[in-house]
């Protein structure tokens, strides 16, 4: 199967600092990859589409100059989260799809303090 | 919009037994696909099992199978001879193609946590 890697798996943070995370798509070309955020004992909740070669869509609700994205090549996207607060801290993951299957990273743990 | 409703927050069985997680959907499109994820402690999500929309038949995955009744929008997971490796989240999601077969984004139920006991 296609495999997605995240990085970094954690992260700790001091308020106001940004934080860039990365997922890619390892063997195969993305050319739509999917960012949730799942806070804990929840579910996970779409924040963006992230498009390569254009903007990111983002869900309601989510701002996106918090939460940049960039989706520059075929196998990676980023996600930065630009000053961040407490309130930010949470799981993010991200997913590609291949051969009509979603393949998700080990997800990324974000710590604000 | 479609939504993902699981019922059950938590549930427990006995290692060897059989379980049934249950989730219902509500959508208007009828072509789509459904799937049930497994987030063991580790938080790395596993595709356990998917069915299109359009097949009738049930799909299987070992000891995973599903009960999928499309005019009724369910689609209940079967884990038969239930191992401590289960002991998980389980999230029903639902997903409408974009385009040309590809993945749209996951819409996800609220989960279930499943506990086996020895």
């Known amino acids: 199967g296609a495999v997605v890697s995240q990085h970094p798996s954690w992260v700790i943070c001091k308020s106001g600092t940004s934080v860039k995370i990365e997922c890619r798509s390892l063997d195969f070309q993305a050319t739509t990859m999917f960012w949730y955020r799942q806070f804990p004992k929840q579910s996970l909740m779409l924040m963006a589409t992230s498009n390569e070669g254009s903007k990111a869509t983002y869900e309601q609700g989510v701002e996106k100059d918090k939460f940049l994205i960039n989706h520059a090549s075929l196998t990676l996207s980023t996600l930065t989260v630009t000053s961040a607060h407490p309130e930010d801290s949470s799981f993010y993951i991200c997913s590609a799809d291949w051969d009509t299957e979603a393949f998700f990273g080990q997800g990324t743990r974000l710590t604000v303090v | 919009a479609q939504t993902v409703t699981q019922s059950q927050p938590e549930m427990s069985v006995q290692e060897a037994e059989t379980v049934t997680l249950s989730c219902t959907y509500d959508t208007s499109e009828s072509n789509y696909y459904l799937f049930w994820y497994k987030q063991p402690p580790s938080r790395q999500m596993i595709l356990v099992i998917r069915q299109e929309a359009y097949k009738q038949q049930n799909a299987t995955e070992n000891r995973f199978s599903v009960n999928f009744q499309k005019a009724a929008k369910s689609f209940s997971l079967k884990i038969s001879d239930s191992q401590l490796g289960d002991t998980a989240m389980y999230f029903c999601?639902?997903?409408?193609?974009?385009?040309?077969?590809?993945?749209?984004?996951?819409?996800f139920g609220k989960g279930t946590k499943l506990s086996v006991k020895p």
């Open positions: 999601a639902f997903m409408k193609p974009i385009y040309g077969g590809s993945q749209g984004n996951l819409i």
